[in-house]
């Protein structure tokens, strides 16, 4: 009661989590069902690839062009087209009749989720102005992300082994439409500004950076990172990003102002938000290969032995959220991140082949960790933007935590497959992540300001 006492209305926080669920949902569960969609489908191996990389690549090569839409002509319109173009796409992966078909469908249905996430904080932040109510509202909003993700492959192997991965997507289509009606009836219309146009230069720029750096990891964990393709994909992101640079100094309404990533908080929370991303997926992916290729355990035991990295998820930040009125952001972010480090470190120092049991708590601290800092790490980069890039900066902080994730996802694949020993491979990947959390520990000390809200003045300052 007090949650709901201190908030007001919990509706707007329900419509708005609902959406982001499916988003992050969709990158994990497909991964159970993938295997099944191949056979039924007669899909070759690259087509499998793209069922998953090509709504990877859209999504986070589109997002800061989706935050950029909502902040020109409003995030509610944009977060309500993104739920409709999500839900319609998934209907027609759900019915797809062939592997082309369903790849284009995902491509679609990452657009969406493109549009979606950016417009989910800076709708949160709207709809609960008051910071503590604010910070409750990310912390419901973190633990979504948490228990989406980590979820994923218990819910996918559960789907699949029962009606079959059709219901994958079909999933999507009562929850996409209860968010939109949730959204239209009880979330305010968002402030539009029309006198800002879009640097569409820019934007390609970006999105093309994004989905080739994206690209690039994904292949690195299947070809290694010296393979020419990664390499001509790293260096193609490499010039289209400095094409952006250059853009955005040289134009007079910049998508994303390179004078706002002067704001410690904002442009500090960001790298946090990457970093810890990297340590979390990167676990999580490891830990299902070890357990399925190691221990064979089946993609549904493998779920349930995921599950104590889930279940402190919501947990964490929902508690988060309520502390941070009381200690400021900062206390949150470091405690979560040095929990966190420690996780994957007892991971390390569990021995080559450990039992089950000695990787609960490590697993538990490290699902705890990185939720704990989350909702500070999100409160401080919003808290950073002015309201009138309110869904580039969450459109900035998501891209970064996308990248991130294909990061720990790639060098995690990377080591396991060329290390001697396996076991060796996945406690290396394992002390890269606790060393990743530990130096996001070290920059939230110097990014992350004491108090909630305090860089907000000096980024708007920047915007100006």
Not at 33 to 61: C, H, K, M, N
Not at 412 to 427: I, Q
């Amino acid at each position: 009661m007090a949650f709901v006492s201190g908030m007001g209305s919990l509706v707007p926080l329900l419509a708005v989590c609902a959406g982001y669920f499916m988003v992050i949902l969709d990158v994990t569960v497909i991964n159970v069902a993938v295997p099944v969609i191949g056979r039924e489908l007669s899909a070759s191996l690259t087509g499998i690839q793209w069922i998953t990389d090509g709504y990877t690549l859209v999504f986070a090569g589109f997002l800061l062009t989706g935050g950029a839409l909502g902040d020109r002509l409003g995030n509610r319109r944009i977060f309500c087209t993104g739920v409709v173009v999500f839900t319609v796409s998934s209907a027609a992966c759900a019915f797809a009749p062939s592997a082309p078909f369903l790849v284009a469908a995902r491509v679609v249905e990452g657009l969406g989720a493109a549009l979606i996430v950016p417009g989910s904080l800076a709708l949160l932040q709207q709809a609960y102005p008051a910071p503590d109510a604010r910070s409750r509202a990310f912390g419901v909003w973190g633990s979504i992300a948490g228990i989406a993700a980590s979820a994923g492959p218990l819910l996918g192997g559960l789907l699949v082994s029962t009606v079959g991965w059709r219901w994958v997507f079909l999933i999507n289509l009562p929850v996409g439409v209860a968010c939109l009606v949730l959204t239209l009836r009880r979330v305010a219309p968002s402030d539009r500004l029309t006198t800002r146009p879009l640097d569409w230069p820019a934007q390609c720029a970006v999105v093309a950076a994004v989905a080739l750096l994206t690209s690039a990891l994904n292949e690195a964990g299947r070809r290694g990172w010296s393979d020419p393709a990664v390499l001509a994909g790293v260096g193609l992101s490499v010039l289209a990003a400095t094409a952006f640079v250059v853009r955005e100094r040289l134009a007079r309404f910049p998508a994303l102002p390179t004078s706002l990533l002067r704001s410690r908080a904002l442009g500090g929370g960001a790298v946090i938000g990457l970093l810890f991303n990297f340590g979390f997926y990167g676990m999580v992916f490891t830990a299902s290969l070890d357990f399925q290729h190691q221990r064979g355990y089946s993609a549904l035991v493998t779920g349930l032995a995921l599950f104590p990295a889930v279940a402190m998820t919501m947990f964490a930040s929902i508690l988060s959220g309520r502390l941070a009125r009381t200690t400021g952001d900062r206390p949150l972010v470091c405690t979560g991140m040095l929990l966190a480090a420690l996780g994957l470190a007892g991971w390390v120092v569990a021995g080559a082949e450990p039992a089950y049991p000695l990787l609960v708590v490590p697993m538990m601290a490290a699902g705890f960790g990185t939720s704990f800092a989350l909702t500070g790490s999100a409160s401080t980069v919003m808290g950073a933007a002015p309201p009138a890039y309110a869904g580039t900066a969450s459109a900035l902080f998501n891209t970064t935590r996308q990248l991130g994730s294909a990061t720990g996802v790639a060098l995690g694949g990377t080591l396991l497959a060329t290390a001697t020993d396996y076991g060796e491979g996945l406690r290396t990947s394992m002390a890269i992540g606790a060393l990743a959390y530990l130096t996001a520990a070290g920059l939230a000390w110097f990014c992350v300001p004491p108090e909630p809200g305090s860089e907000a003045p000096d980024a708007e300052a920047h915007a100006g």
